[in-house]
């Protein structure tokens, strides 16, 4: 999902959707941009439990008195060193769940009001990713999460429509005939998914057999919601929806449907009944 602008009642309305959704614990990761520029902090301590790596400002919200908002500014000033200027952008959320407690991590855009200057009391070393290099250069030992938001507050709203990834036609050369199939792979075409670094280790390519020329691809989908379960795949609420969906379609992955059905917007149901109607056989343009 492109980024949200934040506007009205969007940070309570969050909120609020978090404990409908029985979420005990509510963090916020902050990607603070300059016009070139991305925050990453080191963190870790560089043994077996706590290795290196390099992540995003983040805070809990202390419920139930705290607002995001607040939250968000307690990522950035005592995490950082920096002082909020404007909260530009909402990045989606991704949902752990350890014993049967849920944590939802919300995704935020931040400016700052003077980058080149960090505070003296900042506790942790930082680097600022370039964003004008394509395809971003993230050091050794960036998180999944800092990958994907700093990603997602790059794809602005308004922007033209992103084209098809490249692997869409060997997919579909490798579903060729077998509706179910066809059906998931059309479904994530028309999401972000197969535009991520990070799922392309999930997709397997080859050359067709008969005839030698024809490029193939599979998504190994067990493989892909076994990523998303273990947190290599961070993502907001509806791209896990979506993806879990397909793989149902796909390979007959349960899914919760009560869950999965509910907080889509509507590109995502369109997608999402076309791929249904599409599994049963009503292909998009012969039905």
Not at 25 to 36: F, G, K, L, Q, R
Not at 191 to 218: K, M, N, P, Q
């Amino acid at each position: 999902m492109p980024r949200i602008p934040i506007s009205g009642t969007l940070l309570a309305d969050l909120t609020a959707a978090a404990r409908d959704h029985g979420v005990r614990i509510i963090d916020v990761a902050v990607v603070i941009e300059t016009p070139h520029t991305i925050l990453l902090l080191h963190q870790g301590d560089g043994d077996d439990f706590s290795p290196h790596r390099w992540g995003l400002p983040a805070a809990t919200a202390r419920l139930p008195h705290d607002q995001l908002g607040d939250a968000i500014r307690r990522a950035v000033t005592s995490d950082a060193g920096y002082d909020v200027a404007e909260i530009t952008g909402y990045l989606g959320h991704h949902d752990d769940t350890v014993g049967g407690t849920t944590r939802r991590t919300f995704g935020f855009a931040v400016t700052v009001t003077d980058p080149a200057r960090m505070h003296r009391d900042a506790r942790r070393g930082h680097q600022w990713l370039l964003t004008w290099r394509n395809p971003l250069r993230f050091p050794d030992g960036a998180t999944p999460l800092a990958r994907h938001l700093a990603s997602t507050a790059l794809r602005r709203p308004g922007a033209h429509p992103q084209p098809e990834p490249a692997i869409a036609e060997a997919l579909r050369a490798g579903a060729a005939g077998l509706y179910p199939l066809e059906a998931a792979c059309e479904l994530l075409i028309g999401t972000s998914w197969l535009h991520r670094d990070d799922f392309g280790c999930f997709i397997r390519t080859g050359t067709s057999i008969t005839d030698g020329v024809t490029e193939l691809a599979e998504i190994d989908w067990l493989a892909a919601i076994a990523g998303r379960d273990s947190g290599l795949l961070p993502c907001s609420g509806g791209e896990n929806r979506t993806l879990r969906l397909a793989a149902s379609i796909a390979a007959g992955i349960p899914v919760d449907l009560q869950h999965a059905l509910s907080g889509l917007d509507q590109t995502s149901i369109s997608l999402i009944v076309r791929a249904v109607r599409h599994a049963n056989g009503q292909r998009p343009g012969h039905c």
